[in-house]
């Protein structure tokens, strides 16, 4: 039974950078069968697709064309973590944070099956 | 962006009576493989969204058969036979066919 843990500040100043940890249990971050994605759910913009990550036989992502230039996602294989790092970050980017595991079956179908609890970031200084 | 736009936005409804949600997508959702990457999760007060539906009518594991999805292309549709209290939530389809991955703007539930 997969878990995902998030972790990190639920403050954050303008123009600096957010920060979370998602750490993964019951899974492998570097599991080829499975995609790692970052998701954010604000009233103004409901649910938003941030990003995700992958691997398979190398490391892949793909990002919102909205925060690419500002977003890494990266693999923490050594803990079993995923980050997320959001920089020069705004009010608008207030939103709860979740992360996201997709599982994909070896019969070609796919779906969003565990959820991070949601981690309430608040930009304000 | 493929846009995913959800009637009606709230709903109330009497235990034991139907509801139905529509989900519209500004493009088919139906891919060369044969499938169609339409997508319902539910998101109760206070918690994270669970997956309730994928590919347009399948219900994950767990869903009670009371929720059925239906539709193709570009119009799909959630139905609850039989509302119970238990299914109180914000409901959002979501498409998995094209980055970036897009959510409709959510249904709210309620019980009469």
């Known amino acids: 039974h997969v878990q995902l843990q998030q972790s990190g500040p639920g403050l954050v100043k303008p123009s600096q950078t957010l920060s979370l940890t998602c750490s993964i249990s019951g899974d492998s971050v570097s599991n080829n069968r499975v995609v790692w994605h970052w998701i954010r759910q604000s009233p103004s913009r409901g649910l938003e697709w941030l990003g995700r990550?992958?691997?398979?036989?190398?490391?892949?992502?793909d990002s919102a064309l909205s925060v690419k230039s500002r977003m890494s996602i990266n693999p923490d294989t050594s803990n079993n973590q995923l980050s997320l790092h959001l920089n020069s970050v705004t009010p608008e980017d207030t939103a709860v944070y979740y992360c996201?595991?997709?599982?994909?079956?070896?019969?070609?179908?796919?779906?969003?099956?565990?959820w991070g609890q949601g981690t309430l970031v608040t930009v304000s200084s | 962006d493929i846009v995913m736009t959800q009637t009606p936005l709230s709903l109330s409804v009497t235990p034991g009576q139907p509801a139905s949600i529509s989900c519209k997508s500004s493009q088919s959702l139906l891919y060369s493989d044969g499938r169609t990457y339409l997508y319902w999760y539910l998101q109760k007060a206070g918690q994270s969204p669970q997956l309730l539906m994928y590919e347009v009518s399948s219900r994950f594991s767990g869903v009670p058969d009371r929720f059925s999805g239906s539709g193709s292309g570009t119009d799909f549709t959630l139905k609850i036979s039989r509302v119970e209290a238990e299914d109180v939530a914000v409901y959002y389809c979501m498409q998995g066919l094209h980055l970036p991955l897009t959510f409709g703007q959510g249904t709210k539930l309620e019980i009469e």
């Open positions: 996201v595991r997709e599982s994909v079956r070896s019969s070609g179908t796919n779906w969003f099956d565990s």
């Open positions: 990550t992958y691997y398979r036989s190398n490391w892949y992502n």
